[in-house]
């Protein structure tokens, strides 16, 4: 069965720094990789995604992932942080079976905290 | 456009009662599925529809079902409802298979079961 981990619970970044979160995941084939964003109160939203093809992808909100497949990662990236990126952000991994498919199956999620 | 809507927002009731949440799909999307996200842990998948068919179900007792009607909108049915069922559920739409096509989510129903 696939799973995704992500290793950091809760991540404090000072505003302006850079930023990676950790994600990786357990999948025999190749994987259709997601990062979704989550405000208080809010649904998730894509900030980008990986199908196939080149392995830098650059997303929404100028945050960027590299998909390194010998290392069974997907890690989520930003230059330089605003104190609006302060959220939740969840990895997740689909699969597409052929006959069916099971959703995505997401991390645990990692607590950005910003500090001034 | 409008995204994706749920219904109700919030939601309270008592265990053994029975509860019916709505979601409509973005205009053009075909796929609706079904999370749960319980308090500090990422979405759970319980349900996939497509074409108005099951074609995906998450790890959830029977207790769990769901529905996709012409129009493409959806609701989730939860039966006998435990204390453990309080949790966020998120309605997401996608033009085809969840999993391969990407998923936009919904704003949520907050069920609380006393």
């Known amino acids: 069965a696939q799973s995704v981990t992500q290793p950091d619970i809760h991540i404090t970044v000072s505003e302006g720094a850079s930023l990676e979160l950790r994600c990786n995941y357990s999948?025999?084939?190749?994987?259709?990789l997601f990062w979704y964003v989550q405000s208080p109160g809010q649904g998730l939203q894509l900030l980008l995604k990986?199908?196939?093809?080149?392995?830098l992808v650059q997303g929404i909100k100028g945050f960027e992932a590299e998909f390194k497949r010998s290392q069974s990662s997907f890690n989520l990236r930003k230059p330089s942080v605003h104190w609006s990126d302060a959220a939740e952000y969840f990895c997740?991994?689909?699969?597409?079976?052929?006959?069916?498919?099971?959703?995505?199956?997401f991390g645990k999620g990692t607590h950005l905290i910003i500090q001034p | 456009d409008a995204g994706v809507t749920q219904s109700p927002t919030h939601l309270i009731k008592t265990r053994g009662q029975h509860v019916t949440l709505r979601c409509s799909p973005i205009?053009?999307?075909?796929?609706v599925s079904w999370y749960q996200q319980v308090l500090g842990q990422g979405p759970q998948f319980i349900f996939q529809?497509?074409?108005?068919?099951?074609?995906g179900r998450g790890n959830f007792p029977d207790r769990f079902s769901a529905r996709q009607f012409p129009n493409y909108s959806s609701e989730l049915n939860v039966n006998a409802l435990l204390l453990g069922d309080s949790a966020l559920y998120l309605c997401?739409?996608?033009?085809?298979?969840?999993?391969?096509?990407?998923?936009?989510f919904g704003p949520g129903t907050r069920l609380t079961v006393t």
């Open positions: 205009s053009g999307h075909k796929s």
């Open positions: 529809y497509y074409e108005k068919e099951e074609r």
């Open positions: 999948y025999g084939a190749t994987p259709y």
């Open positions: 997740a991994v689909g699969q597409f079976s052929g006959g069916g498919a099971d959703g995505l199956t």
């Open positions: 990986y199908f196939s093809g080149d392995t």
């Open positions: 997401a739409s996608s033009l085809g298979l969840a999993g391969v096509y990407e998923q936009y």
